[in-house]
């Protein structure tokens, strides 16, 4: 590796020390649906991020809800020491990505059959203390 890619390199793996990622593989709801709810917390505190999906009545904020607990256990988990409560966390970026479909067979009229894809998605959460961000 060359001195320029290697700093590089270094410079992206110290961003990344104090930010939290959390993962939700093949959620089965289409990505549209998700995508409207995780346009809410986008950019929002934590904590009031958890609120508004707490009382939203979308079924895709459930699985965010959960997803957005985990981002804040692996944020105190990389922050020894540090409260996530007092450092202002906030949902820093959320992706909503297309994952694999399931194609069934739907019945039609006159013995046809209509195709059919069950959507589902990945969706990532970065969290990141304010004075970070």
Known sequence: MGARKKIAA????????????????????????????????RGVEVEKALGILRFS???SSRDLEKLLVSAMHNWSAKNEGARAEEAGLVVKS????????LKRMLPAPQGRAYRMKKRSNHVTIIVDSVNQA
Do not use: C, F, W, Y
């Open 57 to 59: 009545t979308r079924h």
């Open 94 to 101: 959320i992706q909503v990505n297309e994952a694999r479909g």
């Open 10 to 41: 270094d410079a992206r793996k110290e961003a990344m020390k104090t930010v939290a990622i959390a993962q939700l593989r093949n959620v089965p709801t289409s990505p549209r649906r998700m995508r409207q709810v995780a346009d809410l917390i």
